[in-house]
């Protein structure tokens, strides 16, 4: 599906951390056959910055014709937010994303603005840059970009989900 | 798939207004045979509310099982938005939903807060409150409830597209 190459394909993907009992999600579990399968990885030039790349099928589409689904866009933003505050919690912890406990995120807070329509076709690019992070939310900016214009920005708030007992 | 039975399904849903060129929507158009067809209505109690119920799939998880993925949530509630804002702007232009020309919205503002987890298995209750219309915007507050509690709300801004050329 959705995911495709990019020269961070030789490393793991945030998302593939993921243990296996958090691992379902629709938009990027890597157990979920019918999902979308996001994947996450750090900006090769900004520390702060993640990316991920996704093209979407052509069934994706919103109700006016060539253009992507706004609800689409807003669920894939959505996980790689999450994934992102993952990476961004175990960076804060000084841990590598295999050390135990396992850290996921949900999302709190999901606001977005939709600047111009998302072509349908194209690679598209997400883009999260971490504004805050304390040990038990993470902040983050986020930006869906296609053919080199952001259609649509906004903002994330992640929150840690406490550790099963 | 999800759209399930009301009381209200006697009559014709929002979006099953939608022109054809307009209805291939993957959220709730009634064109897109892999969609998930959410069908909103105006609720029969409140005159500036509407309502949808939406059965998630099961493999519409979130990363815990048990919990909807939360960008379905955003996904479903966009639909709902917008179909709310297109019956809005006909009921302010005094005109039927089957009257031309067609009004069609896009979402501007989609802004959520996820108050607790929303679990799977159960029929959602989707709510937008209509807050203020003009002749080019729809702004509504969006509540998503489960087994009685609201467990997802937020606000959309959606604004008239301009009639095809």
Avoid at 96 to 113: C, G, K
Avoid at 119 to 143: F, N, Q
Wanted: hydrophobic share 35%; proline share 5%; aromatic share 10%.
């Amino acid at each position: 599906m959705g995911q495709i190459s990019t020269n961070s394909m030789d490393k793991k993907s945030f998302q593939e951390y993921y243990a296996t009992g958090f691992s379902h999600c629709y938009g990027c579990g890597t157990s979920n056959e019918h999902g979308l399968h996001v994947k996450s990885y750090w900006a090769e030039e900004h520390p702060d910055e993640t990316v991920a790349y996704f093209r979407p099928d052509s069934h994706h589409t919103g109700g006016f014709p060539g253009f992507v689904y706004g609800g689409l866009i807003a669920a894939i933003l959505d996980c790689h937010g999450n994934g992102t505050a993952a990476a961004a919690g175990y960076r804060f912890q000084s841990r590598p994303m295999d050390s135990e406990p396992n850290l996921r995120y949900v999302t709190a807070n999901l606001n977005l603005n939709y600047r111009r329509p998302t072509p349908m076709g194209v690679d598209l690019e997400l883009r999260a840059h971490i504004k805050e992070v304390t040990d038990r939310k993470v902040l983050m900016e986020l930006s869906l970009i296609a053919e080199g214009q952001v259609t649509v920005e906004g903002s994330m708030l992640s929150v840690l989900l406490p550790e099963k007992k």
